[in-house]
């Protein structure tokens, strides 16, 4: 399904950040060239979305998602979703024009090519963050609250789950997404998420980059601040 989200935001800050901007002297021609690209990525992103919400079962195996083929195994999902009885699973994407632009650009222009697709990424990121909002909006009405979006690849939850997931909610036939041998997702540009529905005593004040396996090795961290999908 398309999303009723009139425009994505996509904050310069972030763009640079993905660039891996550290306060370096940017010359006023890149910082035009930045901008410029930010608004053509506005015109690209055809952002799309799926999800449904499932109950849960967790055993030794894993968390089994009821009425589904679908388990999430790993010792860290379980933990993640612990307190929660409920469980949304989600596929969202910007689309495939963006990604034909980008590869567009690596053949003409490589460093257009490089802030579009950090224009891209945060473009996605931007999506799930109002998806994410809008279910936890939702969850208050029900005097709950949610955890944070969990993907594949995350702790010991493993990236071949991607498949499952995608036939799990037909993200195939609703937004067009499909899965590589190598469990990656196309079009590139799209993400797999688990959120779950905890009661809100349980909810987590703060949840930094810190407490990602990653955090040592991850170069777009940002201290203390929430995690990206």
């Given at each position: 399904m398309k999303s009723n989200i009139?425009?994505?935001?996509?904050?310069?800050?972030?763009?640079?950040?993905?660039?891996g901007y550290k306060k370096q002297e940017l010359t006023k021609e890149m910082y035009a060239l930045i901008e410029e690209t930010?608004?053509?990525?506005?015109?690209?992103v055809t952002p799309k979305h799926v999800y449904s919400k499932y109950?849960?079962?967790?055993?030794?195996?894993?968390?089994?998602?009821?009425?589904?083929?679908?388990?999430?195994?790993?010792?860290?999902?379980?933990?993640?979703?612990?307190?929660?009885?409920e469980i949304f699973i989600i596929a969202a994407t910007v689309g495939n024009k963006i990604e034909q632009k980008i590869r567009l650009y690596q053949t003409v222009?490589?460093?257009?090519?490089?802030?579009?697709?950090?224009c891209a990424t945060v473009a996605i990121e931007e999506f799930l963050d109002e998806l994410e909002?809008?279910?936890?909006?939702?969850?208050?009405?029900?005097n709950l609250a949610?955890?944070?979006r969990y993907s594949p690849g995350y702790g010991d939850l493993p990236l071949d789950i991607?498949?499952?997931?995608?036939?799990?909610?037909?993200?195939?036939?609703?937004?067009?997404?499909?899965v590589s041998s190598h469990h990656l997702l196309f079009p590139r540009k799209s993400v797999t998420a688990i959120i779950g529905l905890i009661p809100k005593e349980k909810e987590q004040k703060q949840r930094g980059c810190e407490l990602c396996k990653n955090y040592n090795n991850c170069r777009f961290?940002?201290?203390?601040?929430n995690c990206g999908a």
């Open positions: 009139k425009e994505i935001k996509i904050p310069k800050d972030e763009v640079l950040r993905y660039l930010i608004g053509e990525c506005r015109n690209l109950k849960k079962n967790t055993k030794d195996a894993g968390v089994y998602v009821e009425g589904t083929s679908l388990i999430l195994k790993g010792e860290d999902i379980k933990n993640h979703l612990l307190y929660a009885n222009n490589l460093t257009k090519a490089l802030i579009l697709d950090a909002e809008k279910i936890k909006l939702d969850a208050r009405k029900e949610i955890t944070f991607q498949k499952d997931i995608v036939n799990t909610l037909k993200a195939d036939k609703a937004i067009g997404l499909t961290r940002k201290e203390g601040t």
